[in-house]
């Protein structure tokens, strides 16, 4: 995935969490396809981006 891949996937995802049309599987699989490459890659991801999705999500505790 490249980094603007990555961003485009974050903006679409976050447009869905604002209306809440996303599954909490979608979001799950979000998180790690974003968080995979951005290792690899140093994609840029906004702070507190991912852990406002495991939150949404209900993946971590609160």
């Known amino acids: 995935m490249t980094p603007t891949l ?3 996937q ?4 976050e447009t869905a969490r ?4 996303v599954s909490k599987a979608a979001l799950a699989m979000h ?6 490459p ?3 890659l ?3 991801i ?14 971590t505790p609160l």
């Open 38 to 40: 951005a290792l690899h």
């Open 42 to 44: 140093k994609t840029y």
């Open 18 to 21: 604002a209306t809440r049309h």
């Open 31 to 36: 998180i790690a396809d974003v968080t995979t």
């Open 6 to 8: 990555a961003l485009a």
């Open 46 to 59: 906004p702070a507190g981006y991912l852990e406002g999705l495991r939150r949404y999500a209900d993946l």
């Open 10 to 13: 974050i903006a679409g995802f």
